[in-house]
């Protein structure tokens, strides 16, 4: 969390994972639980259109398939947290949010008709 310094960021508990906001936008998931552990990791909130772009400077970043209500827009990157790379990879995540990267994080469809 101190990567992201100087953002103001909120964390809320959702669906048993931690939810890490920069005002309405939703930037990242946490995730660490006993059931499917393989879904453990930094969960990456981005839309699609940046979904590539992502993959190429992140490798080690997969695309979530088989989420429910999954929107025609927006798109789960998931780093493993088995992964490698895993802290180096995080660290370089949060200093391009920090910089206001536009490419990371989502507004939610029901935050953005408020």
Known sequence: MDYLI?????????????????????????????????????????DKEFTESLKTEFPSFAVIYGLPHKSEI????????????????AIKLCELIAKGDQRIGHIPRSRRSR
């Open 74 to 89: 927006s798109e789960w990157l998931m780093l493993d947290s088995d992964a490698e790379d895993f802290e180096s990879t």
């Open 6 to 46: 100087p953002l103001e960021v909120t964390v809320k508990s959702m669906f048993g994972m931690f939810a890490i906001y920069a005002g309405e936008k939703i930037l990242m998931m946490l995730r660490q639980r006993n059931e499917h552990p393989e879904r453990n990791g930094i969960w990456l909130a981005i």
